[in-house]
């Protein structure tokens, strides 16, 4: 679904990613960890191309965004993407975050789109918020309406960009609950995230990634247990211990 | 040599009518011209933030040459000297029509859609730029998240400076009255120099023009409270 091959992206004269080679099959929850800095944004840009790449070979759902004559915003519809700062439209209702892309992009009339928005918004608990706008909800229902909106678009690939970060603590686990949903739903998802409970419980993957290079891809539990680079060992140290 | 008022002139009679027509003529060529420089400055706003460097620069260079010279030169220039540049087909038609009263809505309209063009695109870059990377995420082009995402939060931005705008433009519609169209300064002065009550005939035009800004205030203040009211928690 997603294939990195020797990929390259400079920012000026600095190396940010450094010949990435990455494979994400469909179904396939990869989770993206690593220090601050370390290129996991870039890397999660790049597959959407909010980000393009300097060199290299970049395949996402059968299309290659290396070919100057793939069409992106095609490409864009397929992927839903998750930020941390949410980034809901402020001037529109819940409802109309969802809707305004299936509308105008997917074509659909208002009434299937919003059919097909109350759905989701029963699925991530916000029904009853359908008509408040964004400055009225709490950074956790923003986040979720945000993850309603990136399906609305019934997509190939969710990517999620540190979606728990911006969050107060107790707002995390009700984020993370329907990401968890999601994963099990079978959707491709590639994370990126410092929540090791949720890549413990439901990613196929952890990519450990510092200064602009991938250093360690391993399963969860091989991860975890048995961090083979220094870095990854020290990483995982200071986020797994309760002082943090 | 005292003065002896008469208000009955710009109450009722003849001269009442012609101060009618021009308050009608001046709210049509108002709402025409706010109505085009609007939607045309939003075009320039959009073409000067174009990735393309020509467009970005005749944007720029339209907005610069249109704000900097006088309102009353652009107003002769498509009055008397459109004629030369305009084909002979355009000018026909132009004449057949009302030819005053559009030379004055192309003039009000490109000189204060330059205006509005700068102050929508301030609006613009106020809008944090995640707002773009969202929409362009949802697959929306540069033009459609533009259309769909930024403007519509940069336009409820912009309320009070398009107020003024728009209050300037209304009253600069009575330069209007220099190429001949019958708006109310126009209809003021026949009044004037057939009865001799100057003070009478330009008091009632000042009052006219004075209500015309309340309302004009009004409705975009209210609209503002209406629709940025929600977005202004943020
Ligand atoms: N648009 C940009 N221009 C220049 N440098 C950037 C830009 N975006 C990110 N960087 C730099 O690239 C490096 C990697 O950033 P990022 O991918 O955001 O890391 P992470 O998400 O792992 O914290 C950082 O050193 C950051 O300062
Ligand atoms: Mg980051």
């Not at chain 1, 059919?115 to 918004?121: H, I, R, S």
């Not at chain 1, 309406?145 to 979606?163: C, H, Q, S, T, Y």
């Not at chain 1, 590639?190 to 391993?218: I, K, N, P, Q, Y």
């Not at chain 2, 728009?166 to 009865?195: D, H, P």
Request: charged fraction near 20%; include cysteine.
């Amino acid at each position: 679904m997603i294939r990195f091959e020797g990929v390259h992206k400079w920012f000026g004269p600095l190396h940010v990613l450094n010949n990435i080679n990455l494979r994400v099959k469909p179904g396939e929850v990869v989770v993206v960890c690593g220090p601050s800095g370390s290129g996991k944004s870039t890397l999660i840009r790049t597959i959407n191309d909010l980000e393009p790449i300097n060199e290299g070979k970049l395949v996402v759902a059968g299309m290659d965004l290396s070919d100057r004559k793939t069409d992106i915003n095609k490409l864009r519809a397929e992927i839903g993407f998750v930020f941390q700062q949410f980034n809901l439209y402020p001037h529109l209702t819940v409802l109309k975050n969802i809707t305004l892309a299936p509308i105008k992009i997917r074509k659909l009339d208002r009434k299937t789109a919003e059919e097909q928005a109350m759905a989701l918004l029963e699925r991530v608990g916000l029904a009853e918020k359908r008509n408040a706008h964004p400055s009225q909800l709490s950074g956790g229902q923003q986040q979720r309406v945000a993850i309603a909106r990136g399906l609305a678009m019934k997509p190939k690939i969710m990517l999620f960009d540190e979606p728990t970060s911006a969050l107060d603590p107790e707002m995390i686990g009700e984020v993370l609950q329907v990401m968890k949903d999601l994963a099990v739903s079978g959707m491709t998802m590639m994370v990126v995230t410092h929540e090791m409970g949720f890549a413990r419980e439901v990613s196929h993957r952890v990519v450990f990634m510092d200064h602009g290079t991938v250093l360690e891809e391993a399963e969860p539990e091989e991860f975890f247990k048995n961090p083979q680079h220094d870095r990854a060992q020290q990483f995982l140290k200071q986020i797994l211990s309760p002082m943090h | 040599m005292h003065y002896h008022f008469d208000w009955a002139v710009v109450t009722g009679g003849k001269y009442y009518e012609w101060l009618v027509s021009g308050v009608y003529v001046t709210v049509k060529l108002s709402l025409v011209s706010i109505a085009l420089s609007f939607l045309l400055g939003l075009v320039i706003a959009v073409m000067r933030m174009s990735r393309f460097g020509p467009v970005r620069w005749f944007a720029h260079g339209y907005l610069e040459f249109f704000r900097n010279t006088p309102l009353l030169v652009q107003m002769f220039f498509w009055y008397f000297g459109s004629y030369k540049i305009l084909p002979q087909s355009v000018n026909d038609w132009l004449v057949k029509g009302d030819f005053e009263f559009a030379a004055a809505v192309i003039a009000l309209t490109i000189y204060t859609s330059a205006f509005i063009a700068e102050d929508i695109r301030s609006g613009v870059r106020s809008i944090p730029k995640e707002q773009m990377e969202a929409a362009r995420s949802s697959g929306f082009s540069y033009i459609r998240s533009m259309r769909y995402i930024i403007l519509p939060q940069a336009v409820r931005l912009t309320i009070p400076p398009l107020i003024n705008q728009f209050l300037n433009l209304m009253k600069n519609s009575s330069l209007a009255m220099t190429i001949g169209v019958a708006e109310l300064m126009y209809q003021a002065r026949q009044v004037e120099s057939y009865t001799f009550k100057g003070f009478e005939a330009f008091s009632a035009a000042t009052l006219v023009y004075l209500a015309m800004s309340f309302v004009i205030t009004g409705l975009m203040t209210l609209y503002d409270r209406m629709v940025l009211q929600p977005i202004k928690g943020r």
